[in-house]
């Protein structure tokens, strides 16, 4: 069956300017994830949604980040202002429903701000 | 604040070894851990969720063990192949109502056919 997919799954930009990243989950998943991997370090939570609303951004590192899950399915992780250390792959995972089940990862957006 | 340490960063085996990976974690109030598998430019893929009243989880030539008390998880591979080469990462999540994982910053393994 599909699984988790990330659109774009490399996006360069330039300093300042504004990005949107996507997640499609797998269907039915009620539980969305958004993470954030540094070369050589271990993903970062940013946001947790159980359904449509964020349950968990306790790991947004500021303002220029934000993200929103209208109808409960795709999700849209964007980025202000871009700075050049917002530079990492950003993973979104779903699970069914958030609470002890495995999380199914995409492959991730590596994001490149010059 | 919770902290997860994976120990070695890096590892080099040739094939057909055993090999144990080990994780550490500073808070003993997790709700699971889990290890995960990942592939260069790929994204996560679950091996072992053990809950946290759990000792251990097998699947395959894969064991992963849990000691909470001591915060410490341990990743076994049986007969290593090539094929197991990756970075492997081990995750745990909270009690107080958390729904996030904090991930080690993984070891990477390298078989040697």
């Known amino acids: 069956g599909a699984g988790v997919s990330q659109t774009p799954s490399n996006k360069v930009t330039e300093k300042g300017k504004y990005v949107e990243l996507r997640c499609d989950p797998i269907s039915g998943h009620t539980a969305l994830y958004w993470y954030r991997q540094s070369l050589g370090q271990g993903p970062e939570f940013l946001i947790y949604f159980q359904g449509t609303g964020a349950a968990d951004d306790s790991g947004l590192p500021n303002d220029r980040f934000f993200a929103v899950r209208p109808e409960g399915s795709v999700s849209t992780l964007k980025i202000q202002r871009t700075e050049r250390g917002d530079s990492a792959v950003y993973l979104c995972?779903?699970?069914?429903?958030?609470?002890?089940?495995?999380?199914?990862f995409g492959p991730g957006t590596r994001l490149l701000v010059l | 604040k919770q902290e997860v340490t994976q120990i070695p960063a890096a590892l080099s085996v040739p094939e057909g070894e055993n090999l144990v990976l080990n994780c550490s974690f500073t808070d003993s109030a997790i709700y699971n851990l889990q290890w995960f598998r990942q592939d260069p430019g790929k994204g996560l893929t679950s091996l072992l969720l053990i809950q946290s009243s759990q000792r251990e989880q097998t699947s395959g030539r894969l064991n992963a063990s849990l000691d909470k008390s001591s915060g410490r998880s341990t990743l076994y591979i049986a007969a290593s192949q090539p094929g197991d080469s990756a970075t492997y990462l081990c995750a745990v999540k909270g009690t107080s109502g958390t729904y996030k994982y904090i991930f080690g910053t993984g070891t990477r393994l390298k078989v040697l056919a």
């Open positions: 995972a779903s699970s069914p429903s958030g609470s002890v089940e495995t999380q199914y």
